[in-house]
């Protein structure tokens, strides 16, 4: 059986670059069906997909947060982590435009513009975790090690 083809996106040719043993995982992409279709479709614990979110602080300044797909980030805490009066995850056509991906195929990696990553701190302690590679109904399987290394987020306790 040959391997399946998948999308060389942004996401996979950085992923390439930074020589990071990577996995692909396609899937039917259900609109609105998040982390929890992602999962069933690919029978994995929703835990383990992790979703790419970006948010803007109160100066309207992007930023990346990754969290446990059955978890929600705590806006007011990361907020307080960073020292400004408020973030908010942006509307899907101003996420759209910071990150160069379609919200639903948002990628932390080859972003369109550079904005720090901050990730909660218990993904690091999966064996494996699923990311978006750079389009809808495609996910990367990888070590969490490879994201610290090449992404180099700011871990962080955000969860609710």
Known sequence: ?????H???RAIRALR???VAFEPALYDYVPRGGT??????LGVDE????????FEDDAKQPLVVLMHGDREVSAKNLAR???VK???PCDPKTADRHSGYQVGGTSPFGLRRAMPVYMERTITELPF???NGGKRGFLVRLDPQDVVRVLAPELVDVAT
């Open 81 to 83: 982590h960073l020292g």
């Open 17 to 19: 670059a930074a020589k």
């Open 1 to 5: 059986m040959g391997k399946a083809k």
């Open 47 to 54: 835990h383990q997909v992790v979703k790419t979110l970006i």
């Open 7 to 9: 999308p060389v996106t």
């Open 36 to 41: 929890r279709a992602s999962a069933e479709a």
């Open 86 to 88: 408020q973030v908010r």
């Open 129 to 131: 975790l699923y990311l």
